[in-house]
């Protein structure tokens, strides 16, 4: 009798486990579909991002990632000096040689397609990077603030100018997003499921490949999980140490490998731009410039929701992080809005805080579903709080995609197709060095000149491109005595203006003008871009 006792049990316990069983199974499922369409949809969105990107930001964007895949992929294109002295990991650039020789493949490698190829590429990237934000959002406040930080990051401008370019910030923004994710000292201490700080320290390690710099993120993150880890031997002998070694050492394999010798390239990096303040050379800012105008531009009508964020949702982990990395850039002389792009997100992530605050003051204390059922409709506060970030955010992000020093694009656009008619024999660039994409969108192997910009290693030493704008005519003379003259050149109308009487005398006249800009950024107002071909 007790046996057969014993039987009914286990019987009935089988039964009852089996609905518990079945609900953990459908969860899982909806808790992949659910992400799934948050992929997708933030997929689409970020390729319809990346096909309205028509203007130029950044030289790096172009000449650090597809000018390099394209001499890989096809033979040709420029090496910068970063590349001759050993300063770049071919790393980032590899991401795009495949693409490329589908294209050539496939013979699709046109001059549209090889403009926006690369772009839409990274914006598979940067879906990747969303999807990720949300889930670390998700699984720190739930359901409500994981939307509306998505909504932030959808909606804010300098995301939607920026996040889709092929910049190596901009992949080091996807890797970052994805190792937080993983990093178990970032989360609470009661929510450590599927939690692999491996893959964590991976995908750190696959960033600082990328931009050595990343490492600045990763050093907080690093000594933050061990001062909370119980395992510190393990983790610093039998996880940091194998696995940064095995990144480090295949990427120097890479880098052996194209570059034809051993080049350590994070050691060269943190030479130039740390030990001999290499970057300097580009222009320096004030020490508070993040704090004042270049992050707080970047975040724009979001600031306050952010600050608000950081104050109630009481995560120093993240906040920390934030003041960290804003902080160290902050000491280094040169500054770009590009290098604190990784942690633009972890502010958005506030702000969506602060948003799913204002829709229902307890969704944001809530960790779990429940948080995105407790409100049935949006409230005049969230009405008016979304029409303002929309009205502040969605016209910055056009006229800087748009419109904003477009011109540098356009004119290549237009040579390529020139070229593909014959029309064009060689081009000569006088214009601030690296103002416009070259060969990865030329997509053409014919001679092509513009004005060196290679630091010199004694400082007030003017560089080509300097002398040029400093007297163009006489440089410009000067350049035609020993050089036989292209038969295209492409200006600044800023130059143009002083240069015309003496390229008419050389025989060129205006073939095409295509608009830039309308206010000045770095130099006079560039406002239009102007190609002068040579009549025969």
């Not at 393990?234 to 010798?261: H, N, Q, S, W």
Request: hydrophobic fraction near 45%; include cysteine.
């Amino acid at each position: 009798m007790r046996r057969r006792h014993s039987s009914n049990n286990d019987a009935d316990k089988q039964k009852s486990k089996a609905p518990t069983s079945s609900k953990l199974d459908s969860e899982h499922s909806s808790f992949c579909c659910s992400h799934k369409r948050i992929f997708l949809l933030c997929l689409a969105f970020r390729m319809v991002n990346s096909v309205l990107v028509q203007t130029y930001f950044n030289p790096d964007e172009h000449w650090q990632g597809p000018e390099i895949a394209h001499r890989v992929a096809f033979g040709y294109g420029h090496l910068t000096w970063e590349w001759k002295q050993g300063i770049r990991s071919y790393l980032h650039p590899m991401f795009f040689v495949p693409l490329y020789r589908l294209l050539a493949l496939l013979h699709l490698d046109n001059p549209w397609v090889m403009m926006r190829a690369p772009r839409l590429l990274q914006s598979v990237f940067s879906a990747v990077g969303d999807l990720y934000l949300y889930k670390l959002s998700k699984i720190l406040f739930g359901d409500s603030v994981a939307k509306w930080t998505l909504f932030s990051q959808l909606s804010n401008w300098f995301m939607f100018y920026c996040f889709s370019r092929t910049l190596s910030n901009s992949l080091e923004t996807v890797l970052t997003l994805v190792s937080l994710y993983f990093w178990p000292c970032m989360r609470s201490s009661s929510n450590y499921s599927f939690v692999s700080r491996k893959w964590g320290l991976a995908v750190a390690a696959v960033a600082c490949a990328i931009r050595p710099t990343s490492a600045i993120t990763w050093l907080y993150v690093g000594l933050l999980e061990l001062l909370k880890s119980h395992d510190r031997f393990k983790f610093i002998f039998l996880e940091v140490a194998p696995i940064g070694i095995l990144v480090l050492g295949l990427t120097c394999l890479l880098d052996r490998f194209m570059y034809g010798t051993w080049v350590l390239v994070p050691l060269n990096f943190l030479k130039f731009n740390f030990l001999s303040s290499g970057g300097d050379y580009y222009g320096t800012h004030k020490w508070h410039w993040y704090f004042t105008q270049g992050f707080t531009v970047m975040i724009l009508s979001y600031l306050p929701f952010c600050i608000a964020g950081i104050i109630y949702s009481k995560q120093w982990k993240f906040s920390g992080l934030l003041a960290w990395v804003l902080g160290f850039y902050s000491l280094l002389g040169h500054k770009e809005f590009r290098f604190v792009l990784p942690v633009l997100p972890i502010a958005l992530m506030f702000s969506g805080y602060s948003l799913a605050a204002i829709e229902d003051p307890r969704s944001a204390r809530y960790k779990g579903k429940e948080s995105s059922k407790t409100h049935t409709r949006c409230s005049p506060k969230m009405g008016i709080a979304i029409l303002f970030l929309l009205a502040t955010n969605i016209p910055m992000a056009l006229y800087m995609s748009l419109i904003h020093q477009r011109g540098p694009e356009d004119v290549m656009n237009h040579l390529a197709r020139e070229v593909r008619h014959g029309k064009v024999n060689s081009i000569l660039f006088l214009t601030p060095c690296h103002a416009t994409p070259y060969y990865s969108m030329l997509h053409h192997n014919l001679p092509m000149q513009f004005l060196d910009c290679t630091p010199s290693e004694e400082k007030g030493v003017p560089d080509e491109s300097d002398r040029f704008l400093m007297d163009p005519v006489s440089f410009v003379s000067e350049y035609a005595k020993n050089v036989s003259m292209a038969s295209h050149i492409v200006l600044f109308d800023s130059e143009e203006q002083k240069l015309k009487n003496l390229l008419i005398s050389f025989n060129y006249g205006e073939e095409k003008r295509f608009f830039n800009a309308h206010f000045k950024v770095d130099r006079d107002l560039q406002a239009s871009v102007v190609v002068y071909v040579r009549r025969r």
